[in-house]
């Protein structure tokens, strides 16, 4: 038999044999490339984009260019990233960026999906953009032959839009969604059932940002046992709303009000009014490639708990501030995305929390890449935490919310590809 530090040996000596292979291969790689730009005159294409976008049907519906899936392997390297705008849709920002004999040619270009977009309607707006994208670059190579120019329009409307007939949106940019649903499972000793339903008014401009958005969420679990039956019943009611408007291409103010109702958090009913300031350091027409904001809140909020707190409320009103600081880039490095808020009450300024998280996800060279993501929350400001002590049944239902001082997660990554650089061919068999 071999020992336990025998075994740890042996995968020490794989995991070392492994990178060793990699690293050769990227050394050969490196030192032996190859001419991406075929006998045809395909150009090499990197898409690079999370995981929403569709690439086999990309790759389906553009086989005129060669995919690789590295972007040091790409003639162009195509970022994608998109922007919700509440229920009213979302926007695409396409990022083309020419490399190897295509460098400094990069243009950006723009899809809007509004919300009563299929899912297909909206990947096939999408690709259709990269294909008007890729033209410029495929226009210097032999396989312009493969290209043919056509415009889908309308005479009445190219006049309009041309300010001969104004467009009129009947609607005055009004998006409104009507949610709801349930689940249930049932077995012989246990029950559950879980319903939710809302609903959402957005209006989205370039001045103003508006949303309401009430929410009623209820569940009851059922656990039989020999000796009694367990029945757990729980709510989470409110709404969120808002109000933004912008004021320059850095600055925005807005006032953002809530209301709450929950078992979990010991609030029979809370309602929060909290104005708020944000810089942008970057213009904001900048936001899905790069973004650092600041962001001050100073608000009042009405607490009315179910249980008398630890801090022998039954209820109260409160002034409480916010400081919050974060940073997103998309770029062809990769992404990151970080952040940190302190915040605070103001009758006692022990009262407070602070909270930080960060993701970066970053490819340090070829095919190798490094995923760290990370949470840290300093917790002193629990003001809703009932008196007494929960019982067994009230944690593991987690029917209450327990006190903590802290909060920590995180994990870490990492990945090596390597092998064929191309992967043009699309094969939806099995």
């Not at 929960?390 to 090596?416: C, D, K, P, R, V």
Request: hydrophobic fraction near 40%; charge should be negative.
């Amino acid at each position: 038999m071999f020992s336990r530090s025998s075994i740890c040996l042996f995968r020490i000596f794989f995991f070392l044999l492994f990178l060793f292979v990699g690293w050769q291969y990227h050394v050969k790689a490196s030192t032996n490339p190859v001419n991406r730009t075929n006998a045809e005159g395909r150009i090499s294409v990197f898409l690079d984009a999370p995981w929403w976008l569709d690439q086999d049907f990309v790759r389906e519906q553009i086989p005129i260019v060669t995919y690789v899936r590295d972007k040091e392997a790409a003639d162009v390297h195509i970022l994608m990233t998109r922007h919700g705008a509440g229920s009213a849709g979302t926007n695409y920002a396409i990022s083309f960026i020419g490399r190897r004999r295509f460098a400094n040619m990069d243009h950006d270009l723009t899809y809007w999906a509004p919300s009563t977009n299929s899912s297909d309607d909206t990947r096939r707006g999408y690709t259709n953009m990269i294909k008007i994208g890729l033209v410029k670059y495929i226009a210097t190579t032999r396989m312009v032959d493969k290209i043919i120019v056509d415009y889908d329009y309308d005479e009445i409307a190219i006049i309009r839009d041309n300010g001969f007939e104004p467009e009129v949106d009947p609607w005055d940019s009004w998006v409104f969604e009507i949610y709801g649903g349930g689940n249930f499972r049932m077995e012989e000793k246990q029950r559950a059932f879980s319903s939710r339903f809302g609903f959402f008014a957005d209006r989205i401009t370039a001045e103003w940002k508006f949303r309401f958005r009430p929410f009623f969420n209820f569940s009851k679990r059922t656990y039989i046992t020999d000796d009694e039956t367990i029945i757990s019943s729980s709510h989470r009611h409110g709404h969120q709303a808002y109000l933004v408007k912008s004021i320059d291409d850095h600055w925005s103010v807005g006032v953002f009000n809530t209301s709450l109702s929950s078992t979990f958090h010991n609030m029979r009913f809370n309602f929060e009014l909290v104005p708020a300031i944000e810089y942008s350091f970057f213009p904001y027409h900048e936001a899905t490639r790069r973004s650092i904001t600041i962001t001050y809140r100073m608000g009042y909020g009405y607490h009315n708990y179910m249980e008398t707190t630890i801090y022998a409320k039954d209820s109260e009103f409160l002034w409480s501030q916010s400081l919050q600081a974060s940073a997103r880039f998309q770029q062809p490095w990769g992404n990151f995305r970080a952040g940190i808020t302190g915040s605070n009450f103001f009758h006692d300024l022990s009262v407070n929390r602070a909270e930080l998280f960060a993701n970066v996800n970053l490819r340090l060279f070829h095919g190798f890449s490094l995923n760290v993501q990370t949470n840290l929350h300093l917790i002193n400001d629990l003001l809703a935490i009932p008196a007494g002590d929960l019982s067994l049944e009230e944690i593991l239902l987690e029917q209450s919310q327990q006190a903590t001082n802290y909060s920590i997660s995180g994990s870490i990554g990492l990945s090596y590809t390597f092998g064929s650089e191309f992967s043009a061919v699309f094969n939806p068999r099995l």
